[in-house]
Nanobody
Framework: QVQLAESGGGSVQAGGSLRLSCAAS????????MAWFRQALGKEREVVAG????????TYADSVKGRFTISRENAKNTVFLQMNSLKPEDTAVYYCAANRMFIPMTPRGADYWGQGTQVTVSS
C-alpha cells in the first residue's frame, strides 16, 4: 500500500506559477512510476505528466508541454510538478498517482491516488 498526499495548490493569476508536491509513504517510493493527473469540473480526469522510477522518461500532455515540468526526489519520497505560464484552462483538481510497473498514462493505469489539490487560475 502506498499513501500519497498532494500539496501546493492555490489560486494564481494567468501567467503565474505554482509548484505541486506529492509525498509518498508506506512502500519504497523508488519502486513506483509516478504521474500527475487533473480533473476540471464536469470533465474527465486526464494525465498531465509522468515520470519513471529513476526520474527518467518525463512525459507530458500536449497542452502543458513547455510550461510544466515533472521531477522526483527519491531520497525525499516526493514527486513535483512545476507549473509555469499558467492559463485559466489549467484550473482543475490535480492528483498524483503511482504504479508499480509502468508510468500510468490513463486513470485506469494508476494503482494509487492522492486526495487531490485544487489549482485555480484566474484571467
Amino acid at each position: 500500500q502506498v499513501q500519497l498526499a498532494e500539496s501546493g495548490g492555490g489560486s494564481v493569476q494567468a501567467g503565474g506559477s505554482l509548484r505541486l508536491s506529492c509525498a509518498a509513504s508506506g512502500r519504497t517510493f523508488s519502486n513506483y512510476a509516478m504521474a500527475w493527473f487533473r480533473q476540471a469540473l464536469g470533465k474527465e480526469r486526464e494525465v498531465v505528466a509522468g515520470i519513471n522510477m529513476s526520474g527518467g522518461w518525463p512525459t507530458y500532455a500536449d497542452s502543458v508541454k513547455g510550461r510544466f515540468t515533472i521531477s522526483r526526489e527519491n531520497a525525499k519520497n516526493t514527486v513535483f510538478l512545476q507549473m509555469n505560464s499558467l492559463k485559466p484552462e489549467d484550473t482543475a483538481v490535480y492528483y498524483c498517482a503511482a504504479n508499480r510497473m509502468f508510468i500510468p498514462m490513463t486513470p485506469r493505469g494508476a494503482d494509487y491516488w492522492g486526495q487531490g489539490t485544487q489549482v485555480t487560475v484566474s484571467s
